[in-house]
């Protein structure tokens, strides 16, 4: 817009072609704008850190309570298997003895 503007208005020619103005404005622009880029990019780099890492701790205690549960199950299964074992030889002495 800046050069359709500048060239349909030759009367008022205040910035020719190579259009100086426009590109110390252009300069300027990445002057401010490219260190708050990069401060963005640090903090969104520091922020996808700390998730990845809240992420890992998130793991780690799942991964816990699952190997507490999967010990409780087995203790439970070993209760299971002995109480059966007596279930049947309770009942085998009861058959014998009859």
Not at 45 to 69: C, F, N, T, W, Y
Not at 83 to 96: D, K, N, S
């Amino acid at each position: 817009m800046w050069i359709a503007v500048n060239a349909a208005a030759v009367a008022f020619r205040w910035n020719p072609y190579p259009f100086i103005r426009l590109n110390l404005m252009f300069s300027l622009q990445a002057a401010y704008a490219a260190p708050l880029i990069l401060l963005a990019q640090t903090h969104q780099a520091e922020r996808d850190k700390m998730h990845v890492e809240a992420d890992a701790m998130h793991r780690e205690e799942i991964a816990r309570s699952q190997a507490q549960l999967l010990e409780i199950n087995t203790k439970l299964t070993q209760q299971v298997h002995e109480l059966t074992l007596e279930i049947h030889r309770t009942i085998c002495t009861q058959a014998g003895g009859s």
